[in-house]
């Protein structure tokens, strides 16, 4: 059972355009959610994050929002660089089966097309 | 500047080769030692968390006399693959952490291949 599910496996956007990754989860326990970038043959850096008691966080080019109802979040980037392209992985933290976890959605990735 | 080191970064070995995988923190010191494997076109998956002086805790389907985990210090954990087969040809990343909350940090992840 995917309990964080990212239901675009890629997705290709023009230079300078917005970027919308999206994220739905299952679990109504997780309460703190993050973003992931990660380039081939490294590991994940982390973005940008968001807690449960709020609906946005906005860093730089970079803003998460959060429907906590419909149990999903997104990640808009704007403008858009070629730099941005990266697979994206949206994360979920909270008590699952009793600890704390961190749960990955299967990523998205992302082109950014000069 | 990074914060995790892991190697080797890629392996090719032969089936029955025993691997193992280094990780080392090197701007704090890691109280707890994630490791996760990602399989081709599927998510992170946490196999064990260890915590440093005491026994790794697996999940569920993973096992733990092949999968060897070691944290004997708050800098360093390692992860062998014993006799490893080709099914267990995949990427595997280390993630220490101070605490179990908030962002973690992730090594760059060994590639492994067992022909």
């Known amino acids: 059972d995917q309990q964080v599910k990212q239901n675009s496996p890629s997705l290709s956007v023009q230079e300078g355009r917005i970027s919308i990754l999206n994220c739905d989860y299952t679990?109504?326990?997780?309460?703190?959610f993050l973003w992931y970038k990660k380039y081939p043959a490294e590991g994940p850096t982390f973005l940008i994050s968001?807690?449960?008691?709020?609906d946005k966080n906005e860093d730089g080019r970079f803003t998460v929002f959060l429907n906590k109802s419909a149990k999903h979040l997104s990640l808009h980037i704007v403008p858009s660089q070629p730099g941005d392209s990266a697979v994206y992985f949206c994360?979920?933290?909270?008590?699952?089966?009793?600890?704390?976890?961190?749960?990955f959605g299967k990523g998205t990735k992302l082109t950014v097309n000069p | 500047g990074a914060v995790v080191s892991q190697h080797p970064s890629w392996v090719i070995c032969k089936s029955g080769t025993s691997v193992k995988i280094e990780c080392r923190s090197l701007d704090f010191q890691a109280t707890t030692m994630f490791w996760y494997r990602q399989f081709p076109k599927q998510s992170l998956m946490l196999m064990a968390t260890?915590?440093?002086?005491?026994?790794?805790?697996?999940e569920q389907g993973v096992e733990k006399d092949k999968f060897l985990i070691n944290h004997a210090s708050l800098t360093l954990s390692t992860l062998t693959v014993t006799s490893a087969h080709p099914e267990d040809s995949s990427f595997y990343i280390c993630s220490p952490a101070f605490d179990t909350l908030g962002p973690q940090h992730f090594g760059d992840g060994t590639r492994l291949s067992i022909l």
């Open positions: 679990n109504s326990m997780f309460d703190y």
């Open positions: 968001i807690s449960s008691i709020k």
């Open positions: 260890s915590n440093e002086g005491s026994k790794a805790t697996y």
């Open positions: 994360a979920a933290s909270g008590v699952v089966g009793g600890s704390e976890k961190l749960v």
